[in-house]
């Protein structure tokens, strides 16, 4: 079975601008999360997604958002991209949303903003 | 101060050394941990996965969970090349949907041949 993945691999962008990263989650899994990973640091969580409905939300500005579509793929977006925005960003899946869920994570995607 | 704290290292052993990797954590909620590892430009690889107190072995891996002492440990036995990488601890707390981890900064481990 396929993992999780993620589109684009790379993207580079300005100042500005508007990206929307793409993510499947791995057959069967209803659940999908994104991370931002800083270079050096740990992930740091973004959204969950859950049966097309948020379930959790951290501590990005309103600049991000993302959706779950009927067939619990999603898409991550960021408008007025800014240089600090640059970072890997990493989608996980999971079968549901309880509490001891382990979750599967893409390859990212490498995003650069010039 | 970070609700987890990891010592990013580097960490370099020779191949065969036992390793020892820790994270320190605030969140006395924490019930679920997890190790992960992750390559160079690749997404992190659930390794490890433990709820609560106590140890968990897995091939050369044992994750060991002190909830006292808010410390949780990955022990590599018989370390090969192929372990280099980074190892990232991650928590999630009782009142987790499911899908929100806490990472530390992540340690990155060298073994040398």
């Known amino acids: 079975d396929a993992g999780v993945t993620q589109s684009p691999t790379h993207l580079i962008k300005t100042r500005g601008q508007h990206v929307t990263l793409r993510c499947s989650p791995i057959?069967?899994?209803?659940?999908v999360s994104w991370y931002q990973q800083v270079l050096g640091q740990g992930p740091q969580f973004i959204f969950q997604y859950y049966e097309k409905e948020e379930r959790g939300r951290g501590n990005f500005p309103d600049r991000f958002s993302a959706r779950q579509f009927p067939n619990y793929s999603s898409e991550l977006n960021v408008n007025a991209l800014l240089l600090g925005d640059s970072a890997l960003y990493l989608c996980?899946?999971?079968?549901?949303?309880?509490?001891?869920?382990?979750?599967?994570f893409g390859s990212g995607t490498q995003l650069s903003v010039l | 101060q970070k609700e987890v704290e990891q010592d990013p290292g580097p960490l370099s052993v020779p191949e065969g050394a036992i390793v020892s990797l820790n994270c320190t954590y605030s969140n006395s909620a924490f019930q679920y941990f997890m190790w992960y590892r992750q390559y160079s430009r690749k997404g992190p690889e659930l390794l490890m996965y433990?709820?609560?107190?106590g140890n968990k072995e897995d091939g050369r891996f044992t994750a060991q969970v002190d909830k006292s002492s808010k410390y949780i440990s990955l022990f590599i036995r018989d370390s090969q090349p192929s372990d280099s990488a980074t190892y990232l601890c991650?928590?999630?707390?009782?009142?987790?949907?499911?899908?929100?981890?806490?990472f530390g900064q992540g340690t990155e481990l060298s073994v040398k041949p």
């Open positions: 433990t709820y609560s107190s």
């Open positions: 996980a899946s999971s079968l549901g949303d309880s509490r001891n869920e382990k979750l599967f």
């Open positions: 057959s069967g899994h209803k659940s």
């Open positions: 991650a928590m999630s707390d009782y009142y987790n949907q499911g899908g929100k981890l806490i």
